[in-house]
């Protein structure tokens, strides 16, 4: 079984990428859906315990924590080093059913691969990206964000450009859904066609 590592920055399209890969019966594990469900089970009370603030009706609320690291980004380390092998857990159990199964193909939709090392737990990695115009337009375009809260994103990611000299294949989706729906049809047919 092939495990390809998916990751892009923000608002480079990598959600939209990782359902043409589920869209053409490709497994995938996408690291941010855990963690939005561990906010509800269980990270709640460890993520609790270090920010209190973040707790609100039993359950995590994202944009309370967003504020919290926002006022005091180093943070981040302690809500990583909480949430991270709860993830990989899931991740692992996601990598054993898929094997056990015989699936040739698996995608692990990991937002800061390359930032967390994670390029060393798959095979290959494809790098999703556009235009940084098309970038910031789209992630702009989202409610609730601003150009402060776009620039902290921005300043955890590694750049788009080191990303993807790193990356075994691109997608870039600034040039619409079809193109990017051929790349990945592409990168599919590499990956599991016979030698």
């Known amino acids: 079984m092939i495990v390809l590592g998916l990751t892009g920055s923000i608002g ?25 469900d561990l906010y509800r089970g ?7 315990a270090r920010f209190p603030g973040a707790l609100k009706d039993g359950v995590i ?3 309370a924590l967003s504020a919290l ?16 092998p709860l993830v990989r857990a899931r991740e692992a159990a996601f990598l054993v059913k898929e094997r056990e199964k ?3 193909l698996v995608v692990l939709d990991i937002p800061l691969l390359y930032e967390t090392g994670g390029e060393a737990r798959v095979d290959k990695v494809v790098v999703v990206t556009c235009d940084p115009e098309t970038q910031r337009a789209r992630v702009l375009a989202r409610p609730g964000m601003t150009e402060e809260k776009f ?5 955890r ?11 075994d294949f691109i997608i870039d989706t600034g040039r619409g859904l079809e193109a990017a729906r051929k790349q990945v049809e592409e990168v599919i047919a590499e990956l599991t066609s016979p030698m």
Do not use: N, Y
């Not at 995938?28 to 855990?34: I, L, P, S």
């Open 42 to 48: 269980k990270a709640v009370q460890p993520v609790a």
């Open 102 to 104: 015989g699936v040739p």
């Open 61 to 63: 609320d994202r944009k």
């Open 69 to 84: 690291l926002a006022e005091a980004p180093d943070g981040f380390r302690d809500l990583e080093a909480i949430i991270h």
């Open 157 to 167: 990611q590694m750049p788009d450009a080191e990303k993807r000299r790193r990356a």
């Open 151 to 155: 620039q902290l994103i921005l300043s």
């Open 12 to 36: 480079t399209g990598k959600s939209t990428t990782a359902a043409m890969f589920r869209d053409l019966d490709i497994p995938v594990h996408d690291a941010d859906a855990t963690v939005h």
